[in-house]
């Protein structure tokens, strides 16, 4: 009656560890409506709705006022849009991917080295299209209205560093996102509020350190130094923070029912 | 590289213990599934089923006790994972996933995927592939489920509560599709569910879990008419039960029935010779008597 051997044969597709960690890759990516689309089509409402701000305002000021209202374009904020969105990406990846790809018998380890991988190949996407638009931008002379979206100063002042500057960003939108997902998947909400109260005191412990030492004018410094480059390099420190702390987090982290 | 065993049992639970802060939800539960057998995981909700299982597939850690499933620990272990399919019941799914994202993704997983057999069982579960899971019906739910289980073809597969929300056709659906493709492809499964008169002709085996503990392992062939109930007169129910294991009594007036954990033919035969009146016991009565020992019959309500 018991029989000895196992009708479906076991291991009978070896699975190399690079396929085991591109299956979640393209898990990750699977519904492009969310990943690709609908980012997509949100960021050309925002040059659409930006167009016609810059529009009205061409089309009412004339001399002085017209140069200053689309000078200060340059400080729009338009395109941080892409970053939230990502950052929520972040999120969802653990929060709603993770638990799929455990029922899919993934391990933990695969998912999270197929996570970061696809964070890594989405911020190279849109880092390189953004870079593209703020060409484009730069060579319509701002859509031909004088406006900034993907000029704006905070991505720095050449193409080079935009593509940088945004490529760094969006990792680190991705990895803060999918940290305090983990945090979340580990230890429900208390982990979600423990982990912003460290991050808190952290915060408040330089701003302390800054003020009682009186340095504020040399902080200021040597921002303006490092410029928008600088800076977001230095985000490669909270996202490596964030990649070693919740992948240790994550390998023991079980999805609750 | 792999050296997984295929020689039976194909999962040994020994002492394994799980527990959330001060409850415990799996207490001390040892036992073995033998390869290319039907299982039934039964027991109350709350029981710890799903713990057992998602503690089986490596999704939880135990909190003592080994777990081998075809020789190896299931933790973080890629070459058992491979050949093991468990969608539970309250599968949580990437958010604005549809069907179609499902059963597009579920094939990277599975080795031994059958994607023309996925597709039979999409059209006959009726599966809208284009809306979203979060709009699926309850039973809609459980056939993803369902399907994925069959199609993944996995050499363990786990079904968690596949009958839930499921109409009357799809349930026959469920059943026919199982045994036919486990006769043909045989494989070990693991099924899990409160409603047990449901499967009890498909289980080869029966394990009954109750409070975190297994309260029964036997053969499904064993336990099938095993027990009988015996009624008539309270003194001749009292005679005949007197040294035997009753599992339920119930008396109105001068009449009282017992339910005896085993009456053999023998038996069967006297009683029918002191009067007394002898049925059968289905395996669903059989287990709410055991349990019931706990608290009443809200297994027997809930089916």
Redesign the interface.
């Known amino acids: 009656m018991s029989a000895i051997t196992h009708g479906a044969t076991l291991g009978a597709h070896p699975v190399s560890a690079g396929h085991r960690v591109w299956r979640v890759v393209r898990l990750n990516l699977v519904n492009t409506r969310t990943v690709f689309v609908v980012p997509a089509i949100v960021m050309g409402s925002i040059l659409l709705v930006n167009a016609a701000i810059w529009y009205i305002i061409t089309a009412t000021t004339s001399g002085t006022d017209r140069v200053d209202a689309m000078t200060g374009t340059q400080y729009s904020g338009g395109s941080f849009y892409i970053f939230v969105f990502m950052l929520v990406i972040g999120v969802q990846v653990v929060t709603a991917t993770f638990p799929f790809a455990l029922g899919l018998s993934a391990t933990r380890r695969d998912f999270a080295l197929g996570s970061g991988l696809t964070f890594v190949l989405l911020a190279a996407v849109y880092s390189i299209a953004f870079a593209a638009l703020s060409l484009v931008e730069r060579a319509t002379g701002g859509w031909f209205l004088g406006g900034h979206l993907f000029t704006s100063l905070y991505f720095g002042a050449n193409v080079g560093q935009r593509l940088l500057v945004v490529f760094f960003g969006l990792l680190f939108c991705f990895f803060v996102g999918a940290m305090g997902g983990t945090l979340f998947m580990r230890w429900r909400a208390t982990g979600v509020m423990l982990g912003g109260a460290a991050l808190a005191v952290v915060v408040l412990g330089a701003l302390a350190a800054v003020s009682f030492s009186d340095s504020w004018g040399a902080v200021g410094r040597s921002l303006l130094a490092a410029g928008p480059l600088g800076i977001a390099t230095w985000l490669l420190v909270p996202i490596a923070v964030c990649s070693i702390a919740g992948f240790t987090v994550l390998r023991r982290a079980t999805p609750k029912s | 590289?792999?050296t997984?065993s295929?020689?039976?049992p194909?999962v040994t639970v020994d002492g394994l213990t799980r527990r959330f802060g001060s409850f415990t939800a799996v207490d001390d539960v040892s036992f073995d599934v033998?390869?290319?057998?039907i299982y039934g995981l039964l027991g109350r909700n709350g029981a710890g089923k799903?713990t057992i299982m998602?503690l089986l597939?490596?999704?939880?850690?135990a909190t003592s006790g080994s777990i081998s499933i075809?020789g190896e620990s299931p933790v973080?272990?890629?070459?058992v994972?491979?050949?093991?399919?468990?969608?539970?019941?309250?599968?949580?799914?990437?958010?604005?996933?549809?069907v179609a994202?499902v059963f597009?993704?579920?094939p990277?997983?599975?080795?031994?995927w059958d994607a023309a057999f996925a597709e039979r069982l999409i059209a006959d579960f009726r599966l809208p592939m284009s809306r979203r899971i979060k709009k699926l019906s309850r039973g809609q739910l459980s056939a993803v489920g369902v399907v994925i289980g069959l199609a993944s073809?996995?050499?363990l597969t786990f079904f968690d509560e596949p009958y839930l929300g499921l109409d009357a056709v799809a349930r026959q659906v469920f059943y026919d599709r199982l045994l036919a493709d486990f006769s043909e492809?045989?494989?070990?499964v693991i099924l899990s569910t409160h409603l047990i008169d449901e499967v009890a002709n498909v289980l080869d085996h029966v394990i009954v879990i109750d409070d975190g503990r297994v309260i029964m392992d036997a053969e499904a062939e064993a336990l099938r008419g095993a027990a009988g109930t015996v009624s008539g007169t309270r003194a001749a129910v009292d005679h005949f039960a007197e040294g035997r294991t009753v599992l339920h009594r119930d008396g109105l007036g001068g009449l009282a029935s017992a339910t005896l954990e085993t009456l053999t033919a023998a038996d069967r035969a006297a009683a029918a010779a002191a009067g007394l009146e002898v049925s059968s016991v289905s395996l669903q009565q059989l287990i709410v008597q055991k349990t019931a020992s706990t608290t009443t019959r809200e297994l027997e309500q809930s089916a």
């Not at chain 2, 597939?57 to 850690?61: E, H, L, V």
Request: aromatic letters at 14%.
């Open positions: 590289m792999t997984l295929s020689i039976a194909a033998s390869g290319n057998h799903t998602q597939t490596g999704q939880d850690f075809f973080e272990n890629a070459d994972l491979r050949n093991v399919c468990f969608i539970k019941e309250s599968q949580r799914y990437p958010e604005d996933f549809t994202h597009r993704s579920a990277w997983f599975f080795g031994n073809r996995a050499p492809n045989p494989r070990t």
